[in-house]
């Protein structure tokens, strides 16, 4: 079987394994967020931490209970580094450094998972299990509960209650997140991932010598990596290393955890707005925008450039032999164009044109499908500006789902959409003009721009994966990454939880004959332009600068 028939066989299977899941997840995570029930073990957890779970939030409430529990637990994740040398389980590492200890817990909390360290040499089963591991939940959760109350304000009217973000933030946690991690670890364990709390200890011989290696809880850790669109690795070669990704199976199956829950909650979307046909609509914006990704992506990197790629049968270099250029390929734009970052592959080796996708995907802003709940009230927010688009060209008032988009909503759409590029953009010329962030880069010319922008759009965008090549383990790289992840992660969220109380407070619009209808395929195609112009216009002098000077000359 060749390569390419290979990797087009295994997308084919990732499409019909997503689409059988679609509907029953779905629709139970829509029933998890709008039921009144509270289980016992949530009842526990309400009372520890002193919450009302039955009581509504207005947007401003909400809010500030996003960003209370968000702070906390950056301090606690800060604190357990620090204290990393005294604690059991700590494999003998020392404390994390103060700029990396900020730099690890800024981008855990922020769903992140940006590392600048190497896992198995600095994290005991400590901070692995008791701090990252619990932050690869909740950070996933707060998403899911932050998209869950921006469609609650579509759904209501004559109201600014938007739910309550603790039992939404539970629920998330223990009816979805973890169920689905117990059995997604199971299925790693048995492909041959590891779960354990074994030490250090000496393995094999190369050349004349030892080689170390750790345990760990890694399959435990790699489900949620993957599930909750973290990203964080257990080991420095994250999921190319065949402790936490042994097989092609084990590849496949984490990149359909990276995929599920995205994608599945557009029919969440659909049932809680009580018309699954708009869900379709924003389920085949991601899709067609994934899809053309991927193909787009393992067209650049089966292209042939001499004997040596005929052989191997595609650009083979940073890649596992025991996935190949196809997977890789797949993973690398499953990961990109969610908030994932977790790499199969060695990106800084894809062809320039490659680097590029990746790039260009997650300047998207994530959206397709998007990390869990952030990629979901992103393509919403690029829906209102699409259906404010229309609304210009046709001379009508804008309407989406029977609200108005009025100059409140289209100011919140407009800063959500332009915080993220200002950060990017902004840290990027910092670091180029500066004479120490640029002793970081490996690389000169073109590729190593490229190092340096991957790494602030990476981390403005909560995504996590690493360009490599660039060393981010430096005071400058470590604080200004980790207020830009802090800055890209709940900024954001302000004016997605206003845009949400300003629906919700609407009364609905009666549909007309001339309102548009954006449950059709016209608008859906509408809506991927916009998406891409937008990018396009706002990125696209830096790709000049980057992954498209590399991928010309080449």
Known sequence: MSPVLAGVLQLL???????????????????????????????????????NPGAEMRWPAYLRAVLAFSAVSVLFLYALQRAQGILPGSLGFS????????NTAASFV????????????????????????????????????????????????????????????????????????????IVLVACG?????AGIHEVGQFMGGTQQWNGGAVASQEVIKELGTNGGGYFNANSAHPFENPNPFSNLFEIFLILVIPFAL?????????????????????????????????WTEFAHHGPAFDI????????????????????????????????????????????????????????????????????LIMAIIAVFIAGLMVGR??????????????????????????????????????????????????HGFSEILYAYTSG??????????????????????????????????VFVLALAGSLAEQKPVPETAGTLRTDKPLYTGLLVGTILIVTGLTYFPALALGPLAEGLAS
């Not at 998403?143 to 469609?151: D, E, R």
């Not at 991932?193 to 709390?197: H, P, R, V, Y």
């Open 13 to 51: 299977a990732l499409i019909a394994a997503l689409a059988l899941a679609y509907r029953p997840l779905g629709d139970y995570m829509a029933r998890v967020y709008s039921s009144e029930k509270h289980y016992k073990p949530e009842k526990w957890i309400y009372k520890a931490i002193g919450a």
């Open 312 to 379: 191997a049968g595609g650009a083979m270099e940073g890649k596992e032999t025991r996935f190949g250029v196809g997977a890789s390929a797949i993973f690398s734009v499953a990961t990109t164009l969610t908030s994932t970052g977790a790499v199969n592959s060695f990106h800084s080796s894809y062809t320039g044109l490659g680097g590029g996708i990746q790039l260009l995907g997650m300047q998207l802003g994530e959206i397709a499908p998007g990390g869990v709940g952030s990629g979901l009230y992103g393509m």
């Open 397 to 446: 008032t804008p309407e989406y789902l029977g609200k108005k988009i009025g100059t409140r909503e289209i100011k919140f759409a407009a800063c959500y959409i332009l915080i993220t590029p200002a950060l990017v953009l902004g840290f990027t010329a910092a670091a180029m003009a500066l004479d120490t962030p640029a002793n970081s880069m490996t690389n000169t010319g073109a």
């Open 460 to 493: 403005a965008n909560n995504n996590g994966s690493a360009f490599a090549g660039l060393n981010a383990d430096t005071q400058w790289f470590n604080s200004t990454i980790g207020i830009a992840m802090l800055l890209g992660r709940f900024l954001p969220m």
């Open 110 to 185: 922020a769903n992140t998972n940006w590392q600048s360290y190497y896992g198995e040499q600095a994290m005991g089963h400590v901070v692995q299990t008791g701090g990252l591991a619990v932050q690869n939940f909740v950070s996933a959760a707060v998403g899911m509960a932050v998209a869950v109350a921006l469609v609650r304000g579509f759904a209501r009217s004559r109201t600014g209650e938007l739910g309550n973000f603790w039992a939404d933030m539970v629920r998330g946690v223990v009816r979805i997140l973890l169920p689905i991690s117990v059995i997604g670890a």
């Open 193 to 197: 991932a590891i779960q354990n709390f």
């Open 266 to 298: 557009t029919r969440t979307f659909g049932r809680m707005v009580g018309n699954l046909r708009q869900g379709y609509a924003i389920l085949a914006t991601m899709a067609t925008i994934w899809i053309g990704f991927t193909a787009l992506m393992m």
């Open 95 to 102: 404390a994390i450094d103060p700029d990396q200890a900020f």
